[in-house]
């Protein structure tokens, strides 16, 4: 796969197609033959508008057939597309242009008379471009996106045309994808992976189909992709669906009966999940990679192994330091570096030695799989001195009967371990106190340090609560821990009232 030879490639794909389903459940479809003239006539209004090579075009929508065309066009007109997150707020849309020095902003929802602003479907007038507008070298950036994290504070990175093109020929080579592949985005298009999963489509002529995630399970029965990529949180929830659904289905027919196989990573999923989809002879494989980096390991469906991030892509180019953090030293990095970083982000990621620092520590076996321990910025300090990685300690209680998930956290005043717990059945009212009691059993197997020593529980699970993911559907151990100190201080506040009664 190479950019500056996609529009060529997809053009010739007359039989391929492009399927928006909006929230609503309407549908339009294109094929990439198509697709390709939208985006040519797109290009010649971005040039009437007076958009140079290395102008920067803003994007914030929903995914459409529109936002890709746009995707598209700007690639033709040597431009570098902005995107930014759907919820990001834009209160002045004509001082949000020039703040962020765009020579076109592209969005929903505005009421605005800047005519350096369009909606999706709409068309840019001749020179508006207003003088505000910056310029970066496209030899060097091919977009620039915003990635949260887990921290859901955003960063923003350049994005490289190599890295993408390396990303995207290694999983086209490692999983087979073909022409007679179906995929299926429910992401945000704002989120680079799934842009890495359109040019991919797009390079090859297999069909893609976008959905809102409303929208996901229909689309997965009536589209019938071939492979899926999200977060743990929809894994979680088809099962959930599946065992609603009386489970006269298969669990492959009840996600469309055409899956070769589906990928998990961006979050530690739950080891209960992966068994209960390859007991179900569905192909759920684990994968690791940062918007920095691109991918860094993944299992395929000829070589794999449950619990871990699959092997190294390239073993060459990773180590581990002292402490077990991955290191990586890529020659085509998919992000050459930040922008707009906040201060406490400022960091120490893109290292002087040309390493990138992942923050996540791990380790390899003797088959040169990557199991993932935890992240640096999770790892808890204790009172004493000590360290803990949550989710080790979470490992720990995995299993353990009545828990359905188990989040550790720091508590707020002891410098000890809390954890925030929904159990197998919130309805149970005894529930609760045979979970605290299997916790004590299982403390006492373990070091006091990396004992629980203070529980609340939740009715809503933790993976698909609002008030705990990111725009990306990951879990923030943030708003987690958060919840859980602004839980136990209202308790005790209330316990101190009625003493005073």
């Excluded at 955003?154 to 990303?167: P, Q």
């Excluded at 949550?390 to 828990?403: D, K, L, N, R, T």
């Excluded at 006492?444 to 340090?449: F, P, S």
Aim: hydrophobic content about 40%.
């Amino acid at each position: 796969m190479n950019i500056a030879e996609l529009g060529d490639r997809y053009r010739e794909h007359t039989e391929a197609r492009l399927t928006e389903i909006d929230i609503s459940g309407g549908r339009r479809s294109v094929t990439y033959s198509r697709l390709h003239e939208l985006a040519t006539e797109r290009a010649e209004k971005l040039a009437a508008a007076g958009v140079e090579p290395g102008h920067l075009i803003g994007i914030r929508a929903p995914g459409s057939i529109d936002w890709i065309s746009w995707d598209l066009a700007a690639l033709m007109r040597g431009a570098v597309l902005k995107a930014f997150p759907e919820d990001a707020e834009v209160a002045d849309p004509a001082e949000f242009v020039v703040r962020h020095e765009l020579a076109l902003l592209i969005a929903d929802g505005l009421t605005t008379d800047c005519p350096a602003v369009i909606a999706p479907g709409g068309l840019p007038g001749p020179d508006v471009v207003p003088e505000t507008a910056g310029r970066v070298d496209p030899e060097k950036v091919h977009s620039l996106v915003y990635s949260s994290g887990t921290s859901g504070k955003l960063k923003g990175l350049n994005i490289s045309a190599k890295g993408t093109e390396y990303v995207i020929n290694r999983f086209i080579e490692a999983f087979r994808i073909t022409a007679s592949d179906r995929h299926l985005i429910f992401l945000p298009l704002s989120n680079y992976q799934q842009r890495l999963s359109l040019y991919c489509c797009l390079w090859l002529g297999a069909d893609l189909t976008l959905a809102p995630y409303q929208r996901v399970f229909q689309a997965v029965k009536s589209e019938r992709p071939t492979f899926l990529i999200g977060p743990p949180v929809f894994y979680d929830t088809v099962l959930q669906l599946h065992r609603k659904s009386g489970g006269s289905a298969t669990l492959g027919d009840f996600l469309g009966g055409a899956i070769r196989f589906l990928i998990t990573g961006m979050a530690p999923i739950r080891r209960e999940t992966m068994d209960a989809f390859w007991e179900r002879d569905v192909k759920l494989l684990e994968a690791y990679g940062l918007t920095e980096t691109g991918m860094v390991a993944w299992n395929t469906e000829d070589q794999y192994r449950l619990g871990t991030v699959g092997r190294l892509l390239d073993s060459d180019h990773v180590r581990f330091l002292d402490d077990g953090e991955v290191i990586l030293h890529r020659p085509a990095p998919l992000s050459s570096g930040y922008f707009e970083v906040p201060e406490e982000g400022a960091d120490d990621t893109y290292r002087s030695d040309g390493t990138i620092a992942t923050g996540d520590f791990g380790t390899l076996d003797a088959d040169g799989f990557l199991t993932l321990i935890g992240r640096k910025k999770d790892v808890i300090a204790l009172g004493n001195g000590r360290k803990v990685h949550p989710a080790q300690i979470e490992e720990a209680f995995a299993g353990v009967e009545g828990i359905a998930e188990i989040i550790v956290v720091p508590t707020p005043e002891s410098g000890r371990l809390g954890a925030v717990i929904t159990t197998t059945d919130p309805a149970d009212e005894a529930l609760p106190a045979k979970v605290r009691s299997r916790i004590e059993e299982v403390n006492r197997r373990l070091d006091i340090h990396q004992r629980v020593v203070s529980v609340i529980f939740s009715e809503q699970p933790l993976r698909s609560d609002a008030r705990f993911m990111t725009g990306n559907l990951k879990l923030s151990r943030v708003g987690v821990a958060r919840h859980f100190a602004e839980t136990v201080r209202g308790a005790g506040a209330a316990a101190e009232e009625a003493g005073n009664r």
